[in-house]
């Protein structure tokens, strides 16, 4: 029987293998899955602690990725997808030791609205022209890639990187605007510069269009379940690589071995052959790859140093996550949004805080509210060699600072995540571009996960299930 190999349990990992199952309509093949840790799912990991929900690693998936939530819905999570809540749907940026509104309408970057702008105390007025000014700026000449930091600069000024782009994306990416491709990291905008010559214009078009659609849609394909921007599930994410782990686990021919290194791959009389940490190599006819690029070069170097090399030059950041639950009672802040984001120009010891009770139901017992901070990332990794206890009181020190929050935790959990987020920097689709081609040099040798096409879940799952398929083809499934 023919057997395909995939190395790592993360969400790449498990959507790969479920995507398998799900196309080979009953042929008989072998699925073995080997996850380094006694844990699966890798960055995803939610623990229920005293009635709180609390994530370690991701809190959500985009909707306008679809995929996740399709997989979701496929795994029979369709009723347990959980929107954003309706109110408080502020975010806040800190400026000058102050929190202020991001303005509404400002989407990533671009400002889509006048008036929140306007009156917005988060920009200076030479700030709120300089962005303005983005309808008359030129079109970029030069068809390269371009760091974020200078295509925000470039298009919409400092004040706007400094202040928007540079916290909103060191929130999500962990990473910095002066090293990340905007090619990679943010295609659509570069598009948008692309057809329009301007990011507020090409914005507001697309709104337009996006209403037209919806008002003319007819009634029966409106969604039955609220869809906001962010989803999630309504147990945590940890739901998903539950529900996965179970459908895959209980697939016929499939086994998940947890606690297993894998640590080379040798081509072999036409297939490979998987060295695991103390022995029993793993013959294959396909080998998938689902974990780290940095894991990956250890993996190939027997057979591609080359490719080992290039796998590497894909940088990672670490960071770790602090959440902490209070009694609602005991805080006078009114945390009226989802939470604030930091820029670097603050210098402070957290990039971000989620009010995750208010953005997210269920996430904390109703008198009690649970807060999210993030530390590290490519600003300052220095508080992520503390212990536990530093890193939480040194994050208490900031939300006290910040917020007045001055009360005794109910919780506090520290996460670490290290290496664990990879930077698109520049020139990564050429980078990824070379990769593949040098990859499909080798019949059933995959590589799939959030270094590559897609630094999200949803990307993951969406390369997951195309891999999947190529896989299927490979083994003759
Ligand atoms: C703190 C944090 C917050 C995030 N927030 C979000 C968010 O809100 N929304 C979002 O969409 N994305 C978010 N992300 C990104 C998201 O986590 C990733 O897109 C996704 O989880 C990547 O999944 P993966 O399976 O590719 O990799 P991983 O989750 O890293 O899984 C790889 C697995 O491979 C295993 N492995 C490695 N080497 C070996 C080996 N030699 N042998 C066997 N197994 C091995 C690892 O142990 C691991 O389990 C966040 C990431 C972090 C770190």
Redesign the pocket.
């Known amino acids: 029987m023919k057997r395909v190999v995939i190395?790592?349990?993360?969400?790449?990992?498990l959507a790969t293998a479920y995507s398998l199952r799900e196309h080979s309509e009953g042929k008989d093949f072998e699925i073995i899955i080997?996850?380094?840790?006694e844990r699966?799912?890798?960055?995803?990991r939610t623990e229920k602690i005293g009635g709180f929900i609390i994530e370690g690693?991701?809190?959500?998936?985009?909707s306008e990725k679809p995929w996740?939530m399709e997989l979701c819905k496929r795994v029979g999570l369709g009723d347990n997808l959980l929107p954003t809540n309706e109110q408080n749907r502020k975010i806040f940026v800190l400026s000058r030791g102050k929190l202020h509104v991001l303005p509404e309408g400002v989407i990533l970057m671009v400002p889509t609205k006048i008036l929140p702008l306007a009156t917005s105390s988060l920009i200076s007025i030479p700030g709120k022209i300089r962005m303005a000014l983005e309808l008359f700026i030129p079109k970029r000449s030069d068809k390269g890639d371009e760091s974020l930091g200078n295509f925000v600069r470039r298009r919409l000024g400092t004040e706007a990187l400094d202040k928007i782009a540079e916290p909103l994306v060191a929130g999500v990416h962990a990473g910095d605007p002066e090293t990340m491709s905007v090619r990679a990291s943010f295609p659509k905008f570069v598009q948008l510069e692309e057809d329009y010559g301007s990011l507020i214009k090409g914005m507001v078009r697309k709104m337009e269009l996006l209403k037209k659609t919806h008002r003319e849609a007819p009634k029966k394909d409106a969604p039955s379940a609220k869809v906001t921007m962010f989803m999630t599930l309504k147990n945590g994410l940890g739901e998903l690589i539950e529900t996965l782990t179970g459908k895959v686990s209980k697939s016929r021919n499939t086994v998940i071995r947890t606690g297993?290194?894998?640590?080379g791959i040798q081509k072999k009389d036409g297939g490979y052959e998987v060295a695991i940490e103390g022995g029993g190599d793993i013959k294959a006819d396909s080998v998938i790859i689902?974990?780290?690029a940095y894991?990956a070069a250890?993996?190939v170097r027997g057979f591609d140093s080359e490719l080992a090399v290039k796998l590497l030059t894909i940088p990672y950041v670490s960071?770790a996550?602090v959440s902490i639950g209070f009694k609602k009672s005991d805080i006078k802040h009114p945390l009226n949004g989802f939470g604030f984001v930091v820029p670097k120009i603050e210098k402070r010891k957290i990039m971000a805080a989620t009010w995750t009770s208010v953005k997210f139901k269920y996430r904390a017992p109703e008198d009690s509210v649970l807060i999210r901070c993030?530390v590290g990332g490519s600003k300052d990794t220095s508080l992520l060699s503390a212990s536990d206890e530093e890193m939480i009181r040194a994050v208490r020190e900031e939300l006290k600072d910040i917020m007045g929050i001055d009360a005794k935790p109910v919780l506090a959990k520290v996460?670490r995540?290290i290496n664990?987020?990879p930077q698109y920097t520049i020139g990564h689709e050429e980078r990824i571009n070379w990769i593949d081609e040098r990859v499909s040099a080798y019949p059933g040798f995959y590589l799939?996960?959030?270094?590559y096409h897609g630094?999200?879940?949803?990307?993951?799952v969406r390369y997951g299930e195309i891999v999947a398929k190529k896989a299927l083809h490979h083994i003759g499934a």
């Open positions: 190395i790592g349990g993360g969400i790449a990992g080997l996850e380094k840790k699966l799912g890798g960055n995803i690693g991701p809190d959500c998936f985009l996740a297993v290194n894998v640590t689902a974990a780290p894991s250890n993996l960071t996550t993030f996460y995540w664990s987020m799939v996960g959030s270094a630094i999200g879940i949803s990307d993951s």
